[in-house]
C-alpha cells in the first residue's frame, strides 16, 4: 500500500499547485456533483442494467492484459481516471490492485470515500481517491502499470490531451482500458436505444425532482460520442499499440484494451 499512500501526499500538493481555473473544468465539475447521488444509476438505466456486467468483463480483459506484461492485477498498480464514485476502483481494489482513482467532481469522490468506509480495510487501503482533472493528472512519468477509464472519456474537454496525459503515466509495455457507450451501427436499433433511455433517464431527474439540464447533457453526450474507432485512432496516434475492440449489448457500449509501446 506505500504508492496509495505516497499518493495522498502528491495529491496534497497538487491541489495547491493545480486548482481548476477554466471555465469548462469548472462548469464539469459542478454538472457531476449535483448529479452525483443519481449518477450510478443514470449509468444503469443508459445500459439497461447491464453496465455492472460489462464493467466486469472489463475488468477482466484487463487483468488478462496485464498478465501478459509480467504485472499480474494483484501487484499492478492502476489510474482509474473519471472514477466517479469509485464502483471501477473498488472492483480493481478487490482484485489485489493498488488504486489511484481521480475525478474533477468533489459529490462523485465524497460518495466515493462514503462507499469504502464500509469495506475490509484490505480493501480501503488499496485505494486513493484524489480530485484532479485527467488533462493534467498528478502522477509521475511512467508510473502506474495501468490506466482504465470507465464511462468517463466522452466527457473530457481535450479528450486528445487526455490521451497523451495516460500515454505519459503509463509504464512502456503497460495497459490502457477504456469501457465506454457507443452508438450502434444500425441506424433502427440506434434510435430505438436512444429514445428508451432517454425516456428512462429523464424520469430520475423527475422522480427526484432534480434540473434536467445534466441529465439531458449526459444523453446527448452519448448521441455526439465518436465510438470505439475514433478510440482506436487516438490510441495508436499517442503510442499505443496491439489494440484490441470488444462490443457489449449490440453496439451500445465497447471495451478498447491497448498497450503501450516499448
Not at 501526499?9 to 454538472?31: I, P
Not at 453496465?51 to 494483484?74: F, Q, Y
Request: net charge positive.
Amino acid at each position: 500500500m506505500r504508492r496509495v499512500h505516497e499518493q495522498a501526499d502528491q495529491d496534497e500538493q497538487y491541489q495547491q499547485l493545480h486548482h481548476v481555473r477554466n471555465r469548462t473544468a469548472g462548469a464539469m465539475e459542478s454538472l457531476f456533483s449535483a448529479i452525483a447521488k443519481h449518477y450510478d444509476a443514470i449509468n444503469t438505466l443508459a445500459s439497461f442494467g447491464f453496465d455492472r456486467l460489462w464493467r466486469k468483463r472489463a475488468i477482466d480483459k484487463l487483468s488478462h492484459a496485464l498478465a501478459a506484461t509480467g504485472a499480474p492485477i494483484d501487484r499492478a498498480y492502476i489510474a482509474d481516471i473519471a472514477c466517479g464514485t469509485g464502483t471501477s476502483s473498488i472492483a480493481l481494489a478487490r482484485r489485489g490492485a493498488e488504486v489511484f482513482a481521480g475525478d474533477v467532481s468533489y459529490g462523485m469522490l465524497d460518495i466515493g470515500k462514503q462507499r469504502i468506509a464500509t469495506l475490509p480495510v484490505q480493501v480501503r487501503q488499496r485505494i486513493c481517491f484524489a480530485r484532479c482533472d485527467a488533462h493534467h493528472l498528478p502522477l509521475h512519468d511512467t508510473s502506474v502499470d495501468a490506466v482504465t477509464i470507465c464511462f468517463g472519456l466522452r466527457n473530457m474537454a481535450s479528450r486528445e490531451h487526455v490521451f497523451a496525459e495516460c500515454a505519459r503515466v503509463v509504464k512502456p509495455g503497460g495497459v490502457f482500458m477504456c469501457l465506454e457507450f457507443d452508438n450502434p451501427h444500425h441506424r433502427l436499433w440506434r434510435a430505438i436505444v436512444h429514445q428508451v433511455s432517454s425516456c428512462m433517464v429523464l424520469c430520475v431527474a423527475t422522480i427526484f425532482r432534480q434540473n434536467r439540464k445534466p441529465y439531458q447533457y449526459l444523453l446527448q453526450s452519448i448521441k455526439d460520442w465518436p465510438g470505439a474507432t475514433y478510440i482506436t485512432e487516438q490510441l495508436l496516434a499517442h503510442g499505443f499499440e496491439d489494440v484490441h475492440v470488444y462490443r457489449l449489448g449490440f453496439g451500445i457500449a465497447s471495451i478498447c484494451i491497448a498497450r503501450r509501446a516499448v
